[in-house]
């Protein structure tokens, strides 16, 4: 099936640092991908969308100047969190999908645990 | 608007009793597709089946069967003799007709208990 990988898995960063996580999928090209964000014992909630070489659609109440989202190939999209505060801390999930029709299966990638202190 | 509505917060059972976790779903589109994920402790989201709108034919698959209603909007999942490693959370999700998104419900934490 298909594999997303995420780096790194989890990571610990001083507040006022940038931190940047990436997304790759391994065995496929990705026309689409996600990033989620998920709070301890909460659902998903969706921050973005991009596509490859375009700039991203970041949902309504996400800081796009905060959340720096980069997809510069069908491989790999990277998320940076730009000066991060303990308030960022959470659990950043990303996907992708290979599909271009409506309900594509979106394939997920393990997860980065960000937490700043 | 669509709307996935996950209930069951939390649900607790012993090993090997069945268990149903139940998914409402809300969307004006006629073709649309929706999803169950679980989500163990390690964090990563499991595909467990896709299923569009146009295929009402409920699904078993070893263990776990769905049961798919657009009467009541609702997209069931069953755990048939439970085990302890079936404890997550699970998720259901809804993606419409134009779009690549997903809309997740809360999920529910199912756990198993010895």
């Known amino acids: 099936g298909a594999v997303v990988s995420q780096h790194p898995s989890w990571v610990i960063c001083k507040s006022g640092t940038s931190v940047k996580i990436e997304c790759r999928s391994l065995?496929?090209?990705?026309?689409?991908m996600f990033w989620y964000r998920q709070f301890p014992k909460q659902s998903l909630m969706l921050m973005a969308t991009s596509n490859e070489g375009s700039k991203a659609t970041y949902e309504q109440g996400v800081e796009k100047d905060k959340f720096l989202i980069n997809h510069a190939s069908l491989t790999l999209s990277t998320l940076t969190v730009t000066s991060a505060h303990p308030e960022d801390s959470s659990f950043y999930i990303c996907s992708a999908t290979e599909g271009a029709g409506t309900g594509a299966e979106q394939y997920f990638g393990p997860g980065t645990r960000l937490t700043v202190t | 608007a669509q709307k996935v509505t996950q209930a069951q917060t939390e649900i607790s059972v012993v090993e090997k009793e069945d268990v149903t976790l139940d998914c409402v779903y809300e969307?004006?589109?006629?073709?649309?597709?929706l999803f169950w994920y679980k989500q163990p402790p390690s964090g990563e989201l499991v595909f467990l089946i896709r299923r569009n709108s146009f295929d009402e034919q409920n699904e078993i698959s070893g263990r776990y069967s769905w049961n798919f209603q657009k009467s009541t909007s609702s997209f069931n999942f069953t755990i048939t003799a439970s085990q302890v490693v079936d404890s997550a959370v699970y998720f259901c999700?809804?993606?419409?007709?134009?779009?690549?998104?997903?809309?997740f419900g809360t999920g529910t934490r199912l756990k198993v208990l010895a």
């Open positions: 969307t004006r589109d006629t073709t649309y597709y």
């Open positions: 999700a809804l993606s419409d007709e134009g779009t690549y998104k997903y809309i």
């Open positions: 065995d496929f090209q990705a026309t689409t």
